[in-house]
């Protein structure tokens, strides 16, 4: 996690499992309180799957960063992963989602 | 190969044993990411309901013809509606819900078979030539 501009910038590696993502979420609500942050950017391109349940978590973590008053974009789904969710069907991707961390500085700034 | 679905973590090493065994069946980047999305949302049904119970991956040969077959097996409360189950928009608790008829749509052959107070077993196919 590091800040850039009044945006924290997080980088999820390797496979998460739900703990550590809902650990994670805890962490980056205070640092966005603490330090009055204007946007949090989630790079999730280490995440070697994010099945329905997880992206619903992501997606709550959003609406609490929101509730802070910050904005939250995600970069680096795979495109194998887009697949899998469409298919799957039937999900609410409430979230935003920037092409790359230079975006996504861009946007939240 | 079997793995007891026993604590959350046990969840992701589905996910990682699905893909490795769909990418030495043959099967490319997209469909490893189908079949592990089906598996985990499986493996998770049991852990959010039956709170503990087994999957098994089976490598499919049947005359010539090659796929992955996942089994979900459970002693858990089972479903009283499975007609119900299959139906887009139905959950019994708030987590998500909707995981079978998504699971059925990223599979070739879903079957399922559900015994209030029993359990439940559920049996998912993918065919490598499909």
Do not use: C
Not at chain 1, 81 to 102: E, M, P, Q, R, T
Not at chain 2, 37 to 52: D, M, Q, W
Not at chain 2, 54 to 80: S, T, W
Not at chain 2, 83 to 107: F, H, V, W
């Amino acid at each position: 996690m590091n800040i850039s501009n009044n945006i924290l910038v997080v980088s999820i590696q390797n496979e998460m499992y739900d703990e550590i993502v809902i650990q994670l979420q805890e962490q980056i609500l205070e640092k966005v309180h603490e330090k009055r942050l204007k946007g949090v950017l989630i790079d999730v391109s280490g995440m070697e799957i994010i099945d329905p349940y997880t992206l619903k978590l992501l997606e709550n973590t959003t609406k609490m960063i929101r509730l802070l008053g910050a904005k939250t974009a995600f970069t680096g789904i795979k495109p194998e992963i887009v697949a899998s969710l469409i298919v799957f069907g039937n999900i609410s991707a409430n979230i935003k989602v920037v092409l790359n961390v230079d975006e996504g500085l861009q946007i939240l700034t | 190969m079997h793995i007891k679905i026993i604590e959350e973590t046990d969840i992701a090493k589905v996910v990682q044993d699905v893909m490795i065994a769909a990418s030495e069946i043959g099967f490319n980047k997209t469909k490893q990411f189908i079949i592990a999305t089906a598996a985990s949302e499986l493996a998770r049904n049991i852990f959010v309901y039956a709170r503990k119970g087994d999957i098994y991956i089976k490598d499919l040969n049947v005359n010539g013809r090659k796929g992955l077959e996942i089994i979900a097996e459970d002693q858990g409360p089972g479903i009283a509606n499975v007609k119900l189950a299959l139906e887009d928009n139905y959950s019994t608790t708030e987590s998500l819900g909707i995981g079978l008829p998504g699971t059925k749509r990223l599979m070739d052959e879903f079957k399922i078979e559900s015994e209030v107070g029993k359990g439940t077993r559920i049996n998912i196919k993918k065919w490598l030539d499909l």
